[in-house]
């Protein structure tokens, strides 16, 4: 797991999906419409959605074996 700084995405050269994802984090407005957009076909997406934030006892732990998590918080 990697917290950081969206500006220090640089510092993790993890090749040209971990930039696409990026440009499309830093282009996105704080009102942008909650959808699934494909950036590079079905092999790279971003879900924009907005939840309530759980406590510790009432979360489930989230995994995955395929895919690549980039959370970030564009309001709040």
Not at 13 to 32: E, I, T, V
Not at 53 to 69: G, I, N, V
Request: aromatic share 14%; glycine share 4%.
């Amino acid at each position: 797991m990697i917290v950081d700084r969206l500006d220090n995405y640089k510092y993790y050269p993890l090749g040209k999906a971990w930039q696409l994802a990026f440009d499309f984090l830093r282009s996105l407005p704080p009102d942008a419409e909650e959808k699934k957009y494909h950036l590079q076909g079905d092999d790279l997406f971003a879900i924009v959605i907005s939840y309530e934030p759980q406590t510790q006892e009432t979360s489930e732990l989230e995994a995955h074996w395929k895919y690549l998590d980039i959370q970030a918080l564009l309001t709040g």
